[in-house]
């Protein structure tokens, strides 16, 4: 499987090909379950989950089922690489009971797949991989006319979920880089910023600025939750700031990974 990088929400993908016959219906399933399943595990243990697939339509829909890789940047990309390659990776512990499935119409049945940890006392942290669930187009019934061609384009539904292994252990660091404020068309600021998983601990991050004018006093709080943050992985934090006067102010990051200290930077900025 080639690497694939792309800037579209991981939990849904969609692909558009073109290609020479009649045009395809693409498949009406949906995962209806949640697309990021965590689970925490012992080295040697095994557990089961489970992934519900929907089929909307009044039509019998082909599932193809396979695994990937998986990471996330600040830059907007997600690469979904062959499974196993990358360093965390859990896509060899996890065996989907099945590749392909099909769903009857307005049904939904259960994807099951098995995790087993490997054995030993070198895991620490969170691992994990993808299983992707692809809806498999239509095949049209009507061959072209003779000496007619045709050109369909069709949609290929993917869902990407999410599997993550928790091991004990590991660490939960962060760091907040690209810190930067700009002025928008409406003279409002905002506050941008790059913040990443240095640990080998996943955590979903608790994540605020406090702005001081030159006196001290408080101007701006504002705080944000965020979804689950991977070792090596990294996102894009931006915090509106509204109508400011030019000046000087110091600027407090806060971030809660979870951990009993909560991790604080302070920064000078000049607006």
Do not use: C
Not at 29 to 36: E, F, G, N, R
Not at 159 to 167: E, L, M, P, S, W
Not at 181 to 208: C, F, H, I, K, M
């Amino acid at each position: 499987m080639h690497a694939l990088s792309m800037r579209v929400p991981a939990a849904l993908l969609v692909a558009v090909a073109s290609a020479g016959g009649a045009s395809s219906a693409r498949a009406q399933i949906a995962v209806v379950t949640s697309t990021v399943q965590e689970r925490a595990a012992a080295p040697g243990e095994s557990y089961v989950g489970t992934i519900r697939v929907l089929n909307s339509s009044a039509q019998p829909q082909a599932v193809r089922i396979y695994q990937t890789d998986y990471q996330f940047f600040a830059d907007g990309t997600s690469h979904f690489d062959a499974p196993g390659s990358t360093v965390r990776s859990n896509a060899r512990w996890v065996t989907p009971s099945t590749s392909q499935l099909v769903v009857p119409p307005g049904a939904d049945v259960g994807l099951t797949y098995v995790v087993a940890v490997p054995p030993g006392d070198t895991l620490a942290g969170t691992y994990w991989s993808t299983v992707m669930v692809e809806g498999v187009p239509n095949t049209p019934n009507a061959a072209p006319a003779p000496g007619r061609g045709q050109v369909g384009v069709g949609a290929v539904v993917r869902y990407a979920v999410q599997v993550a292994t928790h091991v004990s252990g590991g660490s939960r660091r962060v760091s907040f880089t690209g810190l930067r404020a700009e002025e928008q068309r409406d003279s409002t600021r905002a506050l941008e910023l790059v913040v990443r998983n240095d640990g080998s601990r996943a955590y979903r991050p608790v994540l605020w600025m406090e702005l001081y004018d030159e006196s001290g006093a408080l101007v701006v709080r504002k705080q944000q939750d965020r979804g689950l943050l991977y070792p090596g992985t990294s996102l894009k934090q931006r915090f509106e700031l509204g109508r400011l006067p030019a000046g000087a102010y110091k600027v407090v990051l806060f971030a809660d990974t979870g951990d009993e200290a909560v991790y604080a930077v302070p920064y000078k900025l000049k607006l």
